[in-house]
T-cell receptor, first 112, second 111 residues
Framework: NAGVTQTPKFQVLKTGQSMTLQCAQD?????MYWYRQDPGMGLRLIYY???????DKGEVPNGYNVSRLNKREFSLRLESAAPSQTSVYFC???????????FGPGTRLLVL | SQQGEEDPQALSIQEGENATMNCSYK?????LQWYRQNSGRGLVHLIL?????REKHSGRLRVTLDTSKKSSSLLITASRAADTASYFC???????????FGAGTTVTVRA
């Protein structure tokens, strides 16, 4: 039982490049989330999927897209990376969306 | 904007002392949760307290909730060096399915 896994762990991009962050959970959870964490800002929600087949914008969705591929997997795509997207990205999942969230180890992204 | 705000931003205590941090929020909630984050790691859930509950305990942790004041507190008793971490409160609003996090309290426990 791996919980929530994220790939890659670390990535360096040049401005304008694209990339997809992968997230998978093996807890049969319905809800999945993508956050970014910047120094002194706490976690800010980018996008979430309350259940398979649905996605919704969070607090800071601009510059990102998501895909809920199936119940297990939720990916985050940066189409044209910008230095302002340098951050640590966390994926999380929850059984119902109102209960405990379980977090992955994070992806550190540096955009030059 | 963030729903929860923690106070203080940083706290430094001696091993064995108690640590208290507070969280205030703006609108009515379904529940409030506390998480811990060790440096460079993901968040770990500590306690969930529902809007109809006033106090919960888990080991050395005690959480209170005052919905009339829209505030919560987390008390860590008999702190240890391993308690050094950032602590975040997060709220789930009524009829919502996502968390809103505060900026966190950084706790340093000195040996």
């Amino acid at each position: 039982n791996a919980g929530v896994t994220q790939t890659p762990k670390f990535q360096v991009l040049k401005t304008g490049q694209s990339m997809t962050l992968q997230c998978a959970q093996d807890m049969n959870h319905n809800s999945m989330y993508w956050y970014r964490q910047d120094p002194g800002m706490g976690l800010r929600l980018i996008y979430y999927s309350a259940s398979e087949g649905t996605t919704d914008k969070g607090e800071v969705p601009n510059g990102y897209n998501v895909s809920r591929l199936n119940k297990r997997e939720f990916s985050l795509r940066l189409e044209s990376a910008a230095p302002s997207q340098t951050s640590v990205y966390f994926c999380a999942s929850s059984l119902t969306g109102k209960e405990t969230q379980y977090f992955g180890p994070g992806t550190r992204l540096l955009v030059l | 904007s963030q729903q929860g705000e923690e106070d203080p931003q940083a706290l430094s205590i001696q091993e064995g002392e108690n640590a208290t941090m507070n969280c205030s929020y703006k609108t009515s909630i379904n529940n409030l949760q506390w998480y811990r984050q060790n440096s460079g790691r993901g968040l770990v859930h500590l306690i969930l307290i529902r809007s109809n509950e006033r106090e919960k305990h888990s080991g050395r942790l005690r959480v209170t909730l005052d919905t009339s004041k829209k505030s919560s507190s987390l008390l860590i008793t008999a702190s240890r060096a391993a308690d050094t971490a950032s602590y975040f409160c997060a709220t789930v609003l009524i009829n919502d399915y996502k968390l809103s996090f505060g900026a966190g309290t950084t706790v340093t426990v000195r040996a």
